[in-house]
């Protein structure tokens, strides 16, 4: 292949344990992440971003199946050659300060450029505390000294989990800008892993949501967002009038809100089709009060995505 993608999983899966016992992890994961993107990993807390991770980086070996950077099996000698990574807690010497442990690692990768630690540690904000000892970092500037880590010998891939935990937000906003530039102004491939939908909605470019170990979607940002946005609320009268007519082509539901004199109408169409909802109304001589495009977030589009799976009963290995 003369220009691979930067990351193609093929069924990758971990399971740990054995038996009944036994935790399915990962599952049968399929992912292709496009050289230059930022790439969303998203889902709940214990849906197996860190492991595949882990794998990615060959921090685990697979149970089954394989992970490939630009085009070479990560468990093949020099294939992460090119990959910079931040794993859940990154490891520090505390007592050293946070310059002299990019020092160290620098160092031991036989690739110690003052001047790139320097940049480093003014682009991710660390600049005015880089002399004191880690120890005394709170947990945002640790995680602040781990993007630095992961970008010192400037990957061409940075493969970063939660970037943003324990950040405030301020920092966390710093930190997007950044993870942007990374891929926009410097061509890098970003792939970040949260369980924020609103980080993934405003930092990536495409992603993909996990949960269980499984995929269970995946595509650009903005075609899960238009996908999210569906509901049409309106206050009609006379409201079975209303309801009747736009039963003929949409699903409603009625819904009361207190405080207002009559109940919503919420229909299940795409704004698209706002014009013509109106218009059905209006040609049966119903009176239209107000329309509302709601905007589902996509929090709740996450919730709505992950419940069906939640339905299945108890979380357990498949075989
Ligand atoms: N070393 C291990 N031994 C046994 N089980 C593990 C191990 N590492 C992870 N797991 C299990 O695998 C599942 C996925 O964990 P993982 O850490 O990958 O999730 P995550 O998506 O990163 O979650 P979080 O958002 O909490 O960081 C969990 O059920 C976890 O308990
Ligand atoms: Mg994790």
């Given at each position: 292949m003369p220009n691979p993608p930067a990351i193609c999983t093929d069924s990758l899966t971990k399971t740990f344990g054995?038996?009944?016992?036994?935790?399915?992890?990962?599952?049968?994961l399929n992912l292709e992440v496009e050289r230059g993107q930022v790439y969303g990993f998203l889902g709940p807390n214990g849906a197996g971003k860190t492991t595949t991770i882990r794998m990615l980086m060959d921090l685990v070996r697979p149970s089954a199946g394989r992970a490939e950077i630009h085009g070479r099996n990560?468990?093949?000698?020099?294939?992460?050659?090119?990959v910079g990574g931040l794993v859940e807690g990154p490891a520090f010497y505390?007592?050293?300060s946070g310059r002299n442990n990019l020092e160290v690692l620098a160092r031991t990768a036989n690739d110690y450029r003052p001047e790139r630690i320097r940049a480093l540690l003014e682009q991710v904000g660390l600049a005015a505390r880089a002399?004191?000892?880690?120890?005394?970092?709170?947990m945002g500037m640790k995680q602040r000294l781990g993007v630095a880590a992961a970008l010192l010998g400037d990957p061409d891939l940075v493969v970063l989990d939660?970037?943003?935990?324990?950040?405030?937000p301020a920092g966390i906003q710093e930190m997007r800008g950044f993870i942007r530039g990374l891929a926009k102004e410097q061509g890098k491939t970003v792939f970040i892993s949260s369980h924020l939908l609103n980080e993934v909605e405003q930092t990536c470019d495409r992603v993909a949501i996990i949960h269980k170990g499984e995929m269970i979607r995946e595509g650009p940002v903005a075609g899960l967002l238009a996908e999210s946005i569906s509901n049409l609320r309106i206050q009609a009268a006379p409201l079975e009038q209303a309801e009747q007519a736009l039963r003929e082509r949409w699903e409603v539901a009625r819904e009361s809100v207190p405080g207002d004199a009559i109940p919503w109408l919420v229909v299940k169409?795409?704004?698209?089709d706002s014009p013509r909802v109106v218009e059905l109304l209006v040609g049966k001589g119903v009176r239209v009060h107000q329309v509302v495009i709601?905007?589902?977030t996509l929090e709740s589009y996450f919730l709505a995505a992950t419940s069906d799976l939640h339905?299945?009963?108890?979380e357990a290995a498949h075989d």
């Open positions: 054995k038996g009944k016992t036994s935790i399915a992890a990962v599952r049968n990560v468990r093949e000698a020099g294939a992460l050659a090119r505390g007592y050293l002399a004191q000892p880690v120890g005394a970092y709170s939660e970037p943003t935990n324990g950040l405030d169409a795409p704004p698209p709601r905007r589902q339905a299945g009963g108890p």
